[in-house]
């Protein structure tokens, strides 16, 4: 967009210099020709108005000159907005980042390994949706969802959260609210991303099954489908207060059998290229 401005002043300007130098060439080549012929101005057949005379001539000047100069001026107030609302928009992700350490912060002080997997889960969603060739805003807002994705968990007990046995029932019900809770925290959050929405919807499946809302296909947006990959992903890769880790294997395997189905084609694609074309690894 900056690059856009820019090249509009630029164009703005040399529209004024061409217009200004296009008319001192005919004035030049008219007042010849008016010296030279019995004729009337040579303008009259150019343009079909009569601006014999040096009056005239300066009329019409000044009306190109007054043209160009309010392109020009329109243009440079147009980039003067586009770089204050670029400033404010900076400033605005920069007081979003502030707030999602905050809240990591919070959650890591009861729960270490949701922290960890955060911040794993976030690099490997940026890593895919770079992959897919999506434009760099989205990827940071992938990644600042990744980061906070499992925030809604400070809403849920601790003891479940590090308890190193098998959950019930209730408890596993309890641990699938925490996509609702992250988005109840973060849906009033000022932010350029959807970051609220990617969160409630990480945990929801291509063919329906997932949760809260049961979404599927289209109703699941890139970003939450591209961060529920990667979630997935390093879950299973990765220690858990349950179970020891699966390994990345088994991850990769997952993610293989379940493309198309229970997640995006595309995304299932771009994140096995990573890992086993490119040598992807978990930090």
Not at 31 to 55: A, D, H, K, Q, Y
Not at 179 to 188: H, I, W
Request: aromatic share 8%; hydrophobic share 45%.
């Amino acid at each position: 967009m900056q690059w856009k401005i820019n090249n509009q002043t630029h164009l703005s300007g040399s529209i004024f210099w061409v217009s200004l130098g296009l008319s001192a060439i005919f004035w030049v080549v008219d007042s010849l020709l008016t010296v030279l012929s019995t004729n009337s101005s040579f303008f009259p057949t150019l343009i079909g108005i009569e601006t014999r005379g040096f009056w005239q001539r300066l009329i019409v000047l000044c009306f190109l000159f007054i043209f160009a100069s309010h392109v020009q001026y329109s243009a440079k107030k147009r980039r003067e907005a586009e770089e204050q609302l670029q400033e404010t928009l900076e400033s605005l992700k920069k007081a979003v980042g502030t707030t999602i350490q905050v809240l990591v912060s919070a959650l890591e002080s009861r729960d270490p390994y949701t922290a960890g997997h955060q911040t794993r889960s976030a690099d490997l969603a940026r890593a895919i949706a770079t992959e897919m060739g999506l434009d760099q805003d989205k990827i940071d807002g992938i990644y600042m969802a990744g980061i906070v994705h499992d925030i809604g968990k400070i809403a849920i007990p601790a003891e479940i959260l590090i308890k190193p046995t098998k959950l019930t029932n209730i408890e596993f019900s309890l641990i699938k609210q925490h996509s609702r809770s992250g988005y109840e925290m973060l849906k009033d959050v000022e932010s350029p991303w959807s970051l609220a929405e990617i969160v409630y919807q990480h945990h929801e499946r291509m063919d329906g099954s997932g949760y809260p809302r049961n979404l599927k296909g289209d109703e699941i947006i890139m970003e939450a489908r591209i961060l529920s990959v990667a979630d997935v992903v390093e879950a299973m890769a990765s220690h858990r207060p349950y179970r020891a880790a699966l390994g990345i294997e088994a991850a990769i395997a997952e993610i293989e059998k379940n493309k198309g189905i229970l997640y995006d084609d595309a995304v299932a694609k771009a994140c096995l290229k990573l890992f086993r074309e490119k040598g992807y690894q978990l930090a």
